[in-house]
């Protein structure tokens, strides 16, 4: 017997552990990949771990503890990157087990940017070779967090693929370099199609297409052109543009005027750092990186936090956010503070009053049973 | 300007247009008589300048940049007393290349359904702009100049960019230097604005961090901003677009140019008269009697200049 599982951030139900996890991320992932459900051996998933660097290894830590704490039927198949290797065969093998198991949860790798640019950002490589497209990150205010803004609650649709971050560079003179910014058709569209399918299913009113248009008239205006031309096929929902610099002063003056908004790489880059620090912060916001067969989740802002690593001071809260968007259930209710958002909890208390409220919510339905 | 009269500012007022026009050969250009003009007196203040979007000729902004070769965008953000925004005590300077970078203009169409746009770094527009940076951070008392790229994704463009700032650094030992990721800059800039001093970096980003500083402060209305050219050449303006829908209606906010004009003046030495206007621009601001509309105020815009030529008369 399965129940359903709703999507995450609208639904306030807490099952008893083991029928809830059953039926892991087959609804949540329905919509980007087109596949089938990954196999499940002995009713329990694997997915794909990779630690990355700074606060990566210990956040991933606590997710399992409150894993194995909730009695989540999932096992974790750990690969480690090393940042420091210049051969790619880390990263290959990082790939080939997110192939084999579909899912996976990453900290964030570092890239070392005084190497040479044949030494490509690792955590760029696996999403161009798992073409993860879409680079979603919602963000919204959360109860006792205290921010200069409130009611902040936009969904962010980054094209992840392509764009500036096409590692395109070479140095036609000496002493001028250029970079090339490639955006496509087809990409656009598809990333375009999916912002749109997202904020119908989630019952979303306006996407507004970030732009900077009237200087990138041929690449930005192909990119808009192709929202304008999907947007066509939604009449229920109201397309807008803005540009890229409008944009971040909005953000900053009255951000509660947007709902869901999708561009290309860059500006995605940009605005979603952004929106999560209107939020409350990078320990805050999760973010998934969705293709249309695999699914990876991690932190939104995608920080590695180097000075901040293993004193036990980072906020977990994202990357279990991004935990539990990769297992669509539970529902954070509160957070104890950590030092980030103004208090003094450590990271492991934050993770014993998180465990503490589930228990006490399994408990609870435990008892309507 | 009746501001500046008032206080008999020693400066002489040459105005001139700068509709686009043809010139031989086909090139658009701006008038030759405004080049004469600013090409004699270095120095030029301008207000928004529109372009219209099937004009055939290209902004005007982008041909008075290329025309005088204004290499250094230069915005300071203050937070202004008296002008509430959810952040206060911001204090920080953005100077953005202004020449290259991702506004090179290349683009071309590879296949049907894939455009290529270049960016363009040069080994010598970095060295100037962050030589401009450092000084303008010495001559200015700053502590700290940040630089901002992206170089973990475009490894050689902004790390040509970076390495060049490096190097410059290299000679002021005086000032700080840091750098720092954009969407770590972005991150912290929406949470602590305060943590930033100078900061230095390419086109796109500069873009975008300008405005974003800007509505830090309060949006347009209120951010002067200058543009420095090679040879001396300095053009000061507001940045706002042109509104078209309060042209003439003496409804606009004038702050932004003032501000700019204070910039200007300080450019060009006269601390003085740029301390006293400016702080009776923001004492007219902070009192809260006579604002524009934007600001939250009734007062129309000539109501508004004539209460800060009040203020800097009776500063005398």
Known sequence: MQKLIRPLFLQNRIGSPAQVFGVAGSSRRGKACDCPPPAKYGGRHTVTMIPGDGIGPELLRHVQEVFRYSCVPVDFEVVHVNSAMTEEDDINNAITAIRRNRVALKGNIETNHTMPPSHKSRNNL????????????????????????????????????????????????????????????????????????LAREKGRKRVTGVHKANIMKLGDGLFLQCCKEVASGYPDIVFDSMIVDNTTMQLVSKPQQFDVMVMPNLYGNVVSNVCAGLVGGPGLVPGANLGRDYAVFETATRNTGKSIANKNTANPTAMLLASCMMLDHLQLHEVMHTADIGGQGTTSEVVQSIMRLMQGASLRSAAAF | LMA??????????????????????????????????????????????????????????????????????????????????????????????????????????????????????????????????????????????????????MRMSDG?????????????????????????????????????????????????????????????????????GANGVAIFESVHGTAPDIAGKDLANPTALLLSAVMMLRHMGLHDHAKKIEKACYDTIESETVRTKDLGGNAKCSEFTNEICRRVQDQD
């Open chain 1, 126 to 197: 696996l999403r161009t070779s798992l073409d993860l497209y879409a680079n979603v990150i919602h963000c919204q205010s959360l109860p006792g967090v205290q921010t200069r803004h409130r009611d902040i609650d936009i969904m962010i649709i980054r094209e992840n693929t392509e764009g500036e971050y096409s590692s395109l560079e070479h140095e036609s003179v000496p002493g001028v370099v250029e970079s090339l910014k490639i955006i496509t058709k087809s990409n656009s569209l598809r990333i375009a199609d999916y912002a749109f399918r």
């Open chain 2, 160 to 228: 040509l960019f970076l390495r060049k700032c490096r190097d410059v650094a290299e000679n002021y030992k005086d000032i700080k230097f840091t750098e720092m990721y954009l969407d770590t800059v972005c991150l912290n800039m929406v949470q602590d604005p305060t943590s930033f001093d100078v900061l230095v970096m390419p086109n796109l980003y500069g873009d975008i961090l300008s405005d974003l500083c800007a509505g830090l402060i309060g949006g347009l209305g209120v951010t002067p901003s200058g543009n420095i």
């Open chain 2, 4 to 153: 500046f009269c008032l206080l008999k500012v020693p400066i002489h007022w040459e105005e001139r247009n700068v509709t686009a026009i043809k010139g031989p050969g086909g090139k658009w250009m701006i008038p030759p008589e405004a080049k004469e003009s600013m090409d004699k007196s270095k120095i030029g203040l301008k207000g928004p300048l529109k372009t219209p979007i099937a004009a055939g000729h290209p902004s005007m902004n982008l041909l008075l940049r290329k025309t005088f070769d204004l290499y250094a965008n230069v915005r300071p953000c203050v937070s202004i007393e008296g002008y509430k925004t959810p952040y206060t005590d911001v204090d920080l300077v953005t100077i953005r290349e202004n020449t290259e970078g991702e506004y090179s203009g290349i683009e071309h169409v590879i296949v049907d359904g894939v455009v290529q746009s270049i960016k363009l770094i040069t080994e010598n527009a970095s060295q100037r702009i962050a030589q401009f940076a450092f000084e303008y951070a010495r001559n200015n008392q700053r502590s700290t100049v940040t630089a901002v790229h992206k170089a973990n994704i």
